[in-house]
């Protein structure tokens, strides 16, 4: 079936470190993948997205290619700030599907 | 405007009771969720709807109902209670069933006692 896998967290940064959570999914055919952002009591925004092979989806500052050789997404930014820290999730949908698959969340903290 | 619209925010309630929570969509999308958002921050698709039927039913006990009035509106009624429901709900649409992204309301998270 569809899935996806991220990394455990919580994960916790300095101001301006370099951030890389990790993604990679299972699904059959060629689905389109989705970073969304869930700030403290907040619902989830979408943050990117990318719906082929090799498509760059970048918002904020992130960025995540559709590396479909390694079915990873994984989600980077070269700078974080405070105001990133929140809950992010990587999630697919396949094309032609109804339900869009989440992960399960990483925490991100970034400290001053 | 909000999008997505979801009331109430907070409900806290005793177990054994009845409860709904109302979603509606401003964005004239044909298709609704709902998920339903675990302590640890999981998320787990419930329903679905598109155009007022329903597509999606994930196993989920019987006491959850969902009623769909029009293709704006997803409303989900919670039957008898248990601790185990205590949860943020949130409701989604998106354009279509096929592609695309989801936009989601800002959650009702629900406490049972």
């Known amino acids: 079936g569809n899935s996806v896998t991220q990394m455990e967290g919580p994960v916790t940064l300095s101001e301006e470190a370099f951030l890389t959570i990790n993604c990679t999914y299972t699904?059959?055919?060629?689905?389109?993948l989705f970073w969304y952002v869930q700030y403290p009591g907040e619902g989830l925004q979408l943050l990117l997205k990318?719906?082929?092979?090799?498509d760059k989806g970048s918002n904020k500052g992130f960025e995540a290619t559709y590396r479909k050789e390694t079915t990873s997404f994984h989600l980077e930014k070269g700078s974080v700030q405070v105001s990133d820290s929140a809950v992010y999730f990587c999630a697919l949908r396949r094309n032609n599907n109804n339900d869009m698959r989440f992960g399960a969340g990483t925490r991100l903290t970034v400290k001053p | 405007d909000t999008a997505v619209s979801q009331t109430p925010k907070y409900l806290v309630t005793q177990m054994g009771n009845d409860k709904s929570i109302k979603c509606e969509q401003n964005?004239?999308?044909?298709?609704m969720y709902w998920y339903k958002q675990d302590s640890k921050k999981f998320l787990k698709i419930m329903f679905s709807?598109?155009?007022?039927?329903?597509?999606i039913n994930e196993t989920v006990p019987n006491r959850f109902s969902p009623k769909s009035p029009d293709k704006a509106h997803l409303n989900l009624h919670i039957n008898s209670l248990e601790l185990g429901d205590s949860a943020v709900y949130f409701c989604a649409s998106s354009q279509d069933t096929r592609t695309g992204e989801l936009f989601f309301g800002e959650g009702s998270r629900l406490t049972v006692l």
């Open positions: 964005l004239g999308h044909d298709t």
């Open positions: 699904a059959t055919g060629y689905p389109s």
């Open positions: 990318a719906t082929k092979a090799d």
């Open positions: 709807y598109n155009n007022k039927e329903l597509i």
